[in-house]
């Protein structure tokens, strides 16, 4: 039975390790059947949570970016897989 994968690349890099890494995953995942749609935050525009705390009431959030339709899309999916870089031993802040 075939899932719906999302898979979120957090490199500001184009062509980076950890994109190239998210690619072969989401190739990988292609040819094993299932639907895959692949998000690089390059070029996005995400806002900081303002902690207002207006989500939990209205299930959306009160900033307007592009994190509302990736959040959307990750509502949809089945498996969700990041790929980011490692700085200082942690995920990168951006």
């Given at each position: 039975?075939?899932?719906?994968?999302?898979?979120?690349?957090?490199?500001?890099?184009?062509?980076?390790n950890?994109?190239?890494?998210?690619?072969?995953?989401?190739?990988?995942?292609?040819?094993?059947?299932?639907?895959?749609?692949?998000?690089s935050?390059?070029?996005?525009?995400?806002?900081?949570?303002?902690?207002?705390?207006?989500?939990?009431?209205?299930?959306?959030?009160?900033?307007?970016?592009d994190a509302?339709?990736?959040?959307?899309?990750?509502?949809?999916?089945?498996?969700?897989?990041?790929?980011?870089?490692?700085?200082?031993?942690e995920?990168?802040?951006?």
């Amino acid at each position: 039975m075939s899932k719906n994968v999302l898979v979120i690349s957090t490199s500001l890099r184009k062509n980076s390790n950890s994109e190239q890494l998210a690619t072969a995953f989401a190739d990988g995942a292609r040819e094993a059947g299932h639907n895959v749609v692949e998000i690089s935050l390059r070029g996005k525009t995400l806002g900081f949570c303002r902690g207002c705390l207006a989500c939990q009431k209205t299930l959306q959030c009160v900033i307007k970016d592009d994190a509302n339709d990736i959040v959307e899309k990750m509502g949809k999916a089945d498996i969700l897989v990041f790929a980011t870089p490692i700085y200082y031993y942690e995920m990168c802040g951006q």
